[in-house]
């Protein structure tokens, strides 16, 4: 495994690369914006191509490197479902897995530092966000936290974690950069409570001043997204039109959300299934998307448009014509009551 904990001094943030192996992909974990070169060129040193970005949640101390290493590779964007981000590509809920070539993780909503707070866990090591700290904890004390919620976040979930699990936190302003479950337990000033209501006594008497950065990143780190109107930018076909033409027949769907997503939502019927992280090869010379977008329009979707409308320029690099997607993604189709098929 290639594993690296990256550090940005200004908010003392740890950002983390992970793949399976040199030349395969890799996901990086609360990237800094200031960074993004920095990671560029990390990922070409060891030959990775970066296909998903996670975020653990909207920091208030920094600006995201999400929205640009999307704009850079055309990764895949992560949050927990819970994120008040207008559009992120992919979002995960408690306990779902989260997977590159290689390598799972899993989501664990750990809410408290925000409502929208996760912790990612793999194999032997815990990444916590903001949720646990070496030796401290991530404040509640606005962007809607709570220290209760926390306080079950830490004691039901993370601490029940196996006692030799590593810790890899969001920060740490101290330098330290490791530490384990148990250690945690038995040394963390803030976890020596006997009760949610001790916890939210300490974390309600902090009475630290607001991060400096933070009016400029909560609402830098909300925005993110591809929008409509970038989704514009390539050959759309509206869910109205299309519904408006029900069943229409004269073009052929394709899903290239990943198979989770599938059956969870659903999808629109007849679909065919393109994932976007093999996309490329759909599309190339012998791929089945080429033969079909020579007889019909090739109407792309995801889950809210963005993935989508990356995939539309990849398949026009790769010289497909006809090729559009719906923007909003089955999310707009599910909201303007579109057919839906169960996908097992
Ligand atoms: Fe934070």
């Known amino acids: 495994m290639i594993f690296r904990q990256l550090f940005d001094k200004t908010s003392s943030t740890y950002t983390y690369l992970l793949a399976s192996r040199h030349g395969g992909e890799a996901l990086l974990i609360d990237p800094v914006f200031e960074q993004t070169q920095r990671y560029l060129k990390?990922?070409?040193?060891?030959d990775l191509k970066l296909v998903k970005v996670v975020d653990t949640h909207i920091h208030a101390d920094h600006v995201s490197a999400m929205g640009k290493l999307r704009d850079e590779t055309r990764c895949v964007t992560v949050m927990g479902e819970q994120s008040p981000a207008d559009v992120?590509?992919?979002?995960?809920?408690?306990n779902d897995?989260?997977?590159?070539e290689g390598l799972t993780l899993t989501a664990l909503h750990t809410p408290g530092h925000t409502p929208e707070s996760y912790s990612f866990m793999m194999e032997d090591r815990v990444f916590t966000g903001d949720t646990l700290l070496i030796r401290g904890t991530g404040r509640t004390d606005f962007q809607n936290g709570s220290p209760h919620e926390q306080y079950h976040s830490l004691f039901d979930r993370l601490l029940k974690l196996p006692d030799n699990t590593l810790v890899y936190p969001g920060h740490d302003y101290k330098g330290d950069t490791v530490s384990t479950i148990e250690e945690e337990k038995a040394f963390n000033p803030r976890l020596q409570v006997r009760s949610p209501d001790e916890y939210a006594d300490i974390m309600n008497n902090?009475?630290?001043?607001?991060?400096?950065?933070?009016?400029v990143a909560v609402p830098e780190n909300l925005k993110q997204g591809l929008r409509s109107s970038a989704q514009h930018r390539v050959a759309v076909m509206e869910v109205d039109e299309i519904l408006a033409g029900w069943p229409y027949q004269d073009c052929h769907f394709v899903d290239i959300r990943e198979d989770s997503e599938r059956s969870r939502y659903g999808a629109i019927p007849n679909s065919i299934h393109a994932p976007y992280g093999r996309f490329d090869q759909?599309?190339?010379s012998s791929g089945p998307l080429s033969g079909l977008a020579k007889s019909n329009r090739v109407l792309l979707y995801c889950a809210v448009g963005e993935r989508s409308t990356l995939a539309v320029e990849i398949a026009t690099e790769l010289g497909l014509?006809?090729?559009?997607?719906?923007p909003g993604g089955f999310t707009a189709w599910k909201q303007a009551n579109g057919p839906i098929e169960e996908i097992s």
Do not use: G, K
Not at 88 to 94: E, I, K, L, P, Q
């Open 321 to 326: 014509q006809n090729v559009a997607h719906i």
């Open 42 to 46: 990390l990922l070409e040193e060891l």
């Open 97 to 100: 897995p989260l997977t590159i």
């Open 206 to 215: 902090l009475n630290l001043a607001n991060p400096a950065m933070m009016d």
């Open 88 to 94: 992120v590509s992919m979002r995960v809920r408690d």
């Open 282 to 284: 759909y599309c190339n």
